[in-house]
């Protein structure tokens, strides 16, 4: 049977700005999908459109990885170009849950598998999604699902639960990314999201988060599923991409 979240889920999700939610798929997808992200970031496996972002400090040797492929930070596309993500991409349960949130016109706005590799994986710093991306409204949702039981130590998602609601808050370019203005929020209201592997969180675009560095011996892999309302509208510069076509209606000057 499909999952549903339960109306206190959604009254979380509404107060909170997310809610984790475990066992999305089975623990032999997890595996499946496992197995294919590392053939293609440590077996050769053909990449076609699938994009893959390196650690800044290894692109910079500033540190050692003893496989290319521990160095790898980012994975874009793969729900477009690989059939096991896409079906992840698709899957009841997780478009179920989006659609319980953000209505059943659904398309995804982007895909991004994010890597942290043991003793490698840095980190992603206190940020907002909406800042970054040219879609209005600022109410997009991402489940950020993980291949690897995310905690503590491996850098699980960290969040400030409520603050979706404060709006865009400003955001400032430092080394290797673009963070939250430090003056501009309250870190100490800050709690930590762990998941198992094959659990998911999903939080609001406005909500700020943050992933600490992968001091564990163990891997963290995970997937930021973005999905927007068909209703959405692309304020970028020119008529925007096609968007991946999830479930539902698509609307005259909204997103393609
Ligand atoms: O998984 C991570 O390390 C960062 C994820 C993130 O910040 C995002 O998906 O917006």
Excluded at 1 to 25: F, P, W
Excluded at 165 to 171: C, S
Excluded at 178 to 197: F, K, M, T
Aim: aromatic share 8%.
């Amino acid at each position: 049977m499909t999952m549903q979240l339960t109306a206190d889920q959604l009254k979380s999700y509404d107060r909170n700005g997310y809610i984790e939610v475990e066992d999305l798929v089975s623990q032999q997808t997890v595996e499946a999908l496992s197995n294919r992200l590392r053939e293609y970031t440590h077996g050769g496996r053909s990449l076609g459109a699938i994009r893959m972002q390196v650690e800044p400090r290894v692109q910079r040797q500033e540190m050692q990885v003893t496989h290319a492929g521990d160095g790898i930070r980012k994975v874009d596309n793969l729900v477009k170009e690989d059939d096991l993500f896409r079906q992840l991409g698709l899957s009841h349960n997780i478009v179920g849950i989006i659609s319980q949130i953000l209505g059943s016109d659904l398309k995804m706005f982007r895909n991004s598998l994010l890597m942290k590799a043991p003793e490698v994986g840095s980190q992603k710093g206190w940020h907002q999604d909406s800042p970054y991306w040219p879609i209005e409204p600022m109410n997009l949702c991402s489940c950020w699902f993980t291949l690897d039981d995310a905690t503590a130590e491996n850098g699980c998602l960290a969040v400030l639960p409520g603050w979706h609601k404060k709006g865009p808050l400003p955001h400032i370019s430092v080394t290797d990314d673009y963070v939250i203005d430090p003056s501009q929020c309250d870190l100490s209201e800050g709690v930590l999201a762990p998941v198992r592997a094959g659990g998911g969180v999903f939080f609001h675009s406005l909500l700020p988060h943050y992933t600490a560095p992968n001091k564990s011996g163990k891997w963290r892999r995970a997937i930021a599923l973005s999905y927007m309302s068909a209703k959405s509208r692309h304020t970028g510069s020119g008529e925007g991409p096609i968007y991946l076509h999830i479930q539902g209606k698509t609307y005259p000057d909204c997103v393609n």
